[in-house]
């Protein structure tokens, strides 16, 4: 079965009685005449595999002929002319498995029939008002049709809660696109290295690292590229990338690429003239140690707890060993005074979103155990603000190691185990493109 067709089966056996309706991401205007870059909704896509805009599936078990139904674009020539091809509803159905299409037109007048019968409708409300009104009008018409019968809708809930889970657990197809996509973006970081040198400005090496990403067949970044030179890198989410690079200081880098709709997401920090100061070799070793030690617990049947626990232990011994924090290494984890050099946490599942779909604790509160098939990052780091009252040496300093790490059978494959973050491997390689120049 293909592996779309089998989603929908899985997600059809578990609403039961109910009906899902998932629409596709729609096409945004940018401004008078452009749109923005056009992204699938990913549990659209993560269905159906369909990336066009526009669209509607529905899932309807207890529908007598059509569970499976795809509202889409119609064919229009004047349209495909200039904005592209459309798959179109005669061809729907073979190319995409689902049991009958219709044009997206048809949406108001088709609905009401696959939600009669149904007691609870999986459709997130709030993502869209347009859709939202056609939803809640063919709500209303199919309750019409079905008063007598007393069988209408009685709970809404999101799709989330029963494809999430699903999500969770990347298929073979889905772990050989990620690890094409580590490649790919592991080209760019090291590309970014070799060209890095005083002068150059962040946006040049954001440039090189997108133009890999491109080149390598990646169609955008998964989110916006962070190029952060020196005290920039202090700045968890600083993307503005204009500042000049400066001799002596790091670059924090955290840059990945979207392939197929699929994530990367890795960070890697190194040295503007490559070679680390004593003092950012220090914290450096101390990020690079707790990032094994975090990828070391990812594990089946342990939970992300456990990695975030290994890197936080990881960082406060550091910290104390070089003097920022002073005390023992039980009450500085207990009174979370690491948080003021490393104050977020340690990974976040990765998938078709780069914060994928999937809850960290259960219904009792309790972490999720890993699984074979998750993937996560693991991103332990170190920033030490100029406003805090610490050791001046130190300051300015802001270092991140993330790797994207698959959970296997027997233990974890890093997927972004190739990128350099060894010290004599970044200091090799930093620098070392003749065709860099600073102007």
Same mark, same amino acid.
């Given at each position: ?5 089998? %989603? =929908?089966? #899985?997600?059809?056996?578990? $609403? /039961?009685?109910?009906? @899902? *309706?998932v629409?596709?991401? &729609? ?49 229009d ?9 459309r ?16 044009p ?43 008063? %007598? =019968?007393? #069988?209408?809708?009685?709970? $809404? /809930?999101?799709?989330? @809660? *029963?494809?999430?889970?699903? &999500? ?69 989410h600083y ?11 790091l670059?924090?880098?955290d840059s ?9 997401d ?16 220090a ?31 990881t960082i ?9 924090l002073?005390?023992?290494?039980d ?77 296997t ?31």
């Amino acid at each position: 079965m293909h592996p779309y067709s089998d %989603r =929908r089966s #899985r997600l059809l056996a578990s $609403i /039961a009685d109910g009906v @899902a *309706i998932v629409p596709a991401a &729609r096409q945004v205007a940018r401004n008078s005449d452009s749109d923005y870059e056009f992204r699938q909704n990913s549990t659209f896509y993560y269905l159906t595999g369909f990336d066009e805009p526009d669209a509607v599936l529905v899932l309807a078990p207890e529908h007598p002929a059509h569970r499976s139904v795809l509202f889409l674009r119609t064919r229009d020539r004047a349209l495909e002319l200039w904005n592209g091809k459309r798959l179109g509803v005669e061809r729907a159905v073979e190319h995409l498995g689902v049991d009958a299409a219709y044009p997206l037109a048809e949406l108001d007048e088709r609905l009401p029939e696959f939600l009669c019968g149904a007691r609870t409708l999986y459709y997130d409300i709030g993502a869209d008002d347009a859709r939202d009104r056609q939803v809640q009008a063919a709500r209303a018409s199919a309750e019409a049709l079905t008063r %007598r =019968r007393g #069988r209408t809708i009685s709970t $809404i /809930a999101s799709p989330a @809660a *029963i494809v999430d889970p699903m &999500r969770l657990i990347k298929s073979p197809e889905e772990i050989a696109v990620m690890r094409s996509a580590a490649l790919i973006t592991g080209r760019g970081h090291e590309a970014a290295m070799r060209a890095t040198r005083p002068g150059l400005y962040e946006y040049q090496i954001e440039a090189i690292l997108e133009y890999e990403y491109r080149y390598g067949g990646a169609q955008s970044t998964a989110y916006e590229s962070i190029v952060a030179g020196g005290e920039n890198a202090t700045i968890l989410h600083y993307s503005t990338n204009r500042e000049r690079l400066i001799d002596g200081t790091l670059l924090l880098v955290d840059s990945g690429c979207e392939l197929d709709n699929y994530a990367s997401d890795v960070t890697r920090t190194w040295p503007v003239n490559g070679r680390f100061s004593a003092e950012q070799r220090a914290i450096y070793e101390i990020v690079l140690a707790a990032n094994e030690a975090g990828i070391a617990q990812v594990q089946p049947g342990r939970s992300q707890r456990a990695f975030h626990e290994a890197a936080v232990r990881t960082i406060t011994e550091g910290l104390i060993d070089i003097g920022l924090l002073t005390g023992s290494l039980d009450e500085n984890i207990e009174r979370e005074r690491y948080r003021d050099y490393y104050m977020h946490g340690s990974g976040h599942w990765l998938g078709l979103d780069v914060h994928d779909a999937g809850r960290y604790r259960d219904d009792d509160d309790r972490p999720v155990p890993l699984q074979p098939g998750m993937v996560t990052t693991v991103e332990p780091g170190i920033y030490v603000h100029a406003d805090l009252h610490c050791g001046e040496r130190f300051k300015g300093i802001g270092v991140r190691l993330e790797d994207n790490v698959l959970v296997t059978q027997d233990g974890n494959e890093n997927l972004t185990a190739a990128i350099p973050k060894r010290i004599d491997a970044i200091e090799a390689i930093v620098g070392s493109s003749p065709c860099a120049s600073a102007s």
